[in-house]
């Protein structure tokens, strides 16, 4: 099994977001056909008494059309519309994601995983 490679990515709240990996195994591509994917941004449930946030998630799979496979090249591209990435609160280090893929459904490992930045988007006010 592959050691699982940590990655903070920043995403801005109301933007697209977009990733594309290139996943090796002793320095080539592995092929990727045949396989699916997924990946979920999570954040639990916070309360203060300035603010109230509950749990939640975004689930994203290569069956909607939001990750895809490159195959042989061993390509993973993700693509968030900008209406998944607002509902990603401000949750500081609380706010994980996980990205894994997998050939049957017992037969899954962890590619990339990790904190997500979240970002202000200004034009959100204006």
């Given amino acids: 099994m592959a050691v699982t490679a940590i990655y903070r990515p920043s995403l801005r709240r109301g933007d697209q977001f977009d990733m594309a990996i290139t996943y090796l195994a002793e320095g080539s591509p592995v092929n990727l056909t045949g396989f699916s994917a997924e990946m979920i941004i999570s954040w639990p ?3 203060s008494a300035a603010r109230r946030l509950d749990a939640g998630t975004v689930l994203m799979t290569n069956g909607t059309g939001e990750i895809t496979l490159g195959g042989v090249l061993g390509t993973i591209d993700v693509h ?19 990205l894994r893929i997998f050939s049957t459904a017992t037969n ?5 995983a990790g904190e997500v930045r979240v970002l202000d988007n200004l034009f959100d006010g204006a």
């Fill in 108 to 112: 899954k490992e962890t590619v990339l």
């Fill in 45 to 47: 449930a916070f309360r």
């Fill in 80 to 98: 968030l519309d900008a209406d998944k990435t607002d509902v990603v609160p401000f949750a500081g280090p609380q706010v994980k994601w996980q």
